[in-house]
């Protein structure tokens, strides 16, 4: 079966302003819920967002972002998950 976008949706996401990280919960048709890391969202020097490259390699600062973030992010996908 051939992969659909329209089946894969992005169910809450979260931007570090500072790195421009992104971390997303997303679903893929009726399957499980499942968190991203990534891509990462950078500026332009006139304020536009670039195309989003690879997370990559994390920096101190996403990681202190990500902790800041993880029970939140934790809270939502177990309120997502089905129960197994």
């Known amino acids: 079966m051939p992969y659909d976008p329209e089946k894969d949706v992005v169910l809450k996401k979260w931007k570090c302003d500072e790195t421009g990280l992104m971390v997303s919960i997303n679903q893929y048709g009726e399957s499980e819920a ?25 920096t101190i600062e996403d990681l202190m972002w990500l902790y800041d973030i993880i029970d939140e992010v934790k809270e939502e996908l177990t309120k997502l998950a089905s129960p197994h």
Not at 37 to 55: T, V
């Open 34 to 58: 499942k968190v991203q890391i990534g891509p990462r969202i950078l500026l332009k020097k006139d304020g536009s967002e670039r195309a989003p490259a690879k997370a990559g390699r994390l």
